[in-house]
């Protein structure tokens, strides 16, 4: 009688409900489906799936999240040695902002590469380099191995694997853009643009900041782009298109500050903010007395 074993499958990989994409419909937030080098990621309305039959689980997407919301793919374990990623068969390319993180959790300042897979790696080395030269941090050294000759005696063969499993380490680093800012905690990876002149002070871009990145406190404004992971949930929510965040790598990034003051409209009476001391009519009103209505 035949005999079937029965194999659990491992789970297929989703995205959860803390993603950006699913609690604000107009979102502009595409990091895991821009670093997908098989374009398993797609979006519909509030909702984002991986194609299970496409993602190989590279792992790229887990660099980028800023809310963390990918389940189910795990960071490629890969192989270490004397401050060294060591890359001698091939596997999934790592993403510059993988690199990153081993660079600060590791402290690894250098990849030995397999001639043959040198063409396929050095394009990502160049780009880390020139982020860390931005973060005026040491840059990455890059020896070229030789292929190894191949003893067919099968005692030598098993003896020297072990000797190789001995003085190389295997490991996974840390995910998430919130992993890497604790890493670099005095830089930032986003630029945060206030344009004054057609902003409103409604606040509500500090409202749906998760990070506490945009804060209205004490007649500040304030921007912290070292806590800004690039959700661009304050763009979504910008009536007036006066905020916009942008990839941009700045080292010892401190806080920009901006004053407003408390004001009354004396047409409704209401209370608002005005960036100048004189207001007299908070915006909704100025836009009634731009279209006529008084």
Known sequence: MRRFIKVDLPPEPIINDKCVRKRLKQSLCDSCSKVCPVGAITFAHLDVKIDNELCFQCGNCLFTCPVDAIENIAPHERTHQDNYLVVNHDEPLASTEELLVWHRQYQI?????????VDKWLPVLANLNLQLKTLQEPIWQLIITEPTDI???????????????????????RTGLNARKQLYPEDSW????????????????????????????????????????????????????????NEQVAKNNEPTHYHYYNAHCEKCRLAFLSWTPEAKLCPICIQHQKQGWL
């Open 151 to 173: 003893d067919s005696g099968r005692r030598f063969m098993l003896f020297r694997q072990k000797l190789d499993e001995k003085s190389l380490n295997k490991n996974q680093v």
């Open 190 to 245: 986003f630029q945060i643009q206030l344009d004054k002149d057609s902003c409103i002070l409604c606040s509500a871009c500090a409202k749906v900041c998760d990070e506490g990145a945009i804060k209205l406190e004490n007649n500040i404004f304030m921007l912290d782009e070292k806590r800004c992971t690039g959700c661009m949930n304050c763009e979504v929510v910008c009536f007036p298109k006066s905020i916009h965040v």
């Open 109 to 117: 300042r250098g990849m030995k590469i397999a001639q043959s897979l």
